[in-house]
């Protein structure tokens, strides 16, 4: 087992056990609610943020700029290039360069690759992103969305490059468990840092949708209705629900310390488009999620099946 490697930010501050995600910043979050969540972020502890290129036109990087240029060497600051255009090297220098610029930031602590791309030579991207880093315009390179084959080949060309794939963002959380196959194994053994996105399921995990009732993503965006529209999600975002009200705390509570509490999770990822709407997932922080509320909260979803597909040793 190779430990994950430590993710501090420029004045040496470790990174917070949980991130928040700016996703919503400068879209569904304007500027004084970007700000109203930032700062309780920042109350809370967390000084570990993330944001995209490809994010609201670039709002989401401009806004976080604008909030954390006073502390900056306090935190950690990631973004992610090659959305749309491809890994290809003009591509990656342009598009980081543009999001620098939006933060205000000579440099960043991860850059992550948003996803994969088939038809860019791995060879080219990591040639790219051996030369920003070695011009000092990131730390740390991350991936995000790649399936575990995808991060091996990728690590293996990235070492050729003297560069380390230090984090992975996979997504993660009660309805959506395929990660616990092939990636987090992957990652505690080989050590990967992992910072996994929606542990709230899009807001269904948050019992808004009870009923098949409800506004969000999950209802006005057909990929949202598409990834998370299957009836057994829904029947277990209900029950989680129920054990919630069991128990005295917000289902989101429930469903972020779930996530946090996997051992091969590093940070899971946060979000919100209000600081109200913030508040249940960052009770996660300091609840105390019991091995026997953990595993009641597990049965409450499909275990997914083994990589072999050998069900008998699931």
């Known amino acids: 087992m190779t430990a994950c490697p430590p993710i501090t930010a420029p004045d040496g501050t470790p990174a917070s056990a949980f991130c928040f995600g700016t996703m919503q910043f400068g879209g569904t979050a304007d500027a004084d609610a970007s700000r109203a969540l930032y700062d309780s972020c920042r109350a809370a502890g967390i000084n570990f943020f993330d944001t995209a290129h490809a994010y609201t036109d670039g709002h989401s990087e401009t806004l976080l700029g604008q909030l954390a240029a006073t502390e900056r060497d306090t935190l950690i600051i990631a973004t992610k290039c ?160 129920d054990l919630a009200r069991e128990v005295g705390v917000h289902p989101a509570t429930l469903a972020v310390a779930w996530a946090a509490r996997h051992p091969a999770v590093t940070a899971p990822i946060l979000s919100a488009r209000s600081a109200e709407q913030l508040a249940p997932s960052l009770a996660a922080i300091g609840f105390d999620l019991s091995t026997e509320l953990y595993d009641r909260i597990t049965a409450l979803s499909r275990t997914p099946a083994p990589a072999t597909d050998r069900l008998e040793e699931a």
């Open 82 to 241: 090659a959305y749309i255009g491809g890994s290809g090297k003009d591509n990656i220098t342009r598009s980081f360069d543009e999001s620098r610029s939006r933060l205000g930031m000579d440099s960043v602590d991860i850059l992550y690759l948003h996803r994969w791309d088939p038809d860019t030579p791995l060879q080219e991207t990591f040639g790219a992103l051996a030369e920003l880093r070695a011009a000092g315009k990131f730390t740390h390179v991350g991936v995000s969305n790649f399936a575990a084959w995808q991060v091996m080949k990728a690590a293996e060309v990235a070492a050729d490059f003297d560069l380390r794939i230090s984090i992975l963002q996979p997504m993660y959380n009660l309805v959506k468990r395929q990660a616990e196959v092939e990636i987090l194994p992957m990652a505690a053994h080989e050590g990967f840092c992992v910072a996994p996105y929606s542990p709230l399921g899009g807001g269904l995990l948050t019992g808004k949708y009870g009923g098949g009732k409800g506004q969000g993503r999950l209802a006005d965006d057909a990929r949202y209705n598409a990834r998370y529209g299957v009836d057994w999600m829904h029947d277990t975002a209900t029950a989680l629900s």
